[in-house]
């Protein structure tokens, strides 16, 4: 079985919608185990039980919100040798990928061993929100990925 964590932070509850959709399109599969976290719930001794990390964030100025980046240097911290991760923002505007490309560019640089499993998702909001409604099938099959990859 494949132990997947979905793990976001959310200002509007936007970033929390599409980490919802994630887990739901996730969910449908068999042979995946998929758990959904706030940031400020996350255990990191509890990481290393899980195959897949997805981090979700918003896209802030340009990029993560701090509090996920300063995640991302703690998982530096931990041994995640052999996992997995993923990555997804939401964005406004002409933000697309930009808070993904920072996140991904953290992770490779601070996280030794954790391998990455596809290019992210990056979703549009209208304004604060909400999520544009075109994008949701996006998120629910945002795990076609993995397996694609396999």
Do not use: H
Request: with cysteine.
């Amino acid at each position: 079985m494949l132990k997947i964590i979905v793990i976001y932070e959310s200002r509007y509850g936007n970033t929390k919608r599409v980490a919802e959709l994630i887990i739901e399109g996730m969910n449908e599969i068999n042979e995946i185990e998929a758990s959904l976290k706030e940031i400020k719930e996350v255990d990191l001794k509890t990481l290393s039980d899980y195959d897949v990390i997805i981090i979700g964030s918003p896209n802030n100025m340009g990029g993560p919100t701090r509090g996920i980046k300063g995640f991302i240097d703690k998982l530096g911290k931990i041994e995640l040798e052999e996992k997995m991760f993923a990555v997804f923002d939401k964005y406004i505007g002409k933000d697309f990928k930009k808070a993904l490309k920072k996140m991904k560019k953290q992770i490779n640089k601070r996280v030794s061993g954790l391998k990455q499993l596809t290019d992210g998702l990056s979703i549009k909001v209208q304004g604060i929100g909400p999520i544009v409604e075109s994008k949701f099938i996006k998120c629910k099959e945002f795990e076609k990925k993995y397996n694609d990859s396999n």
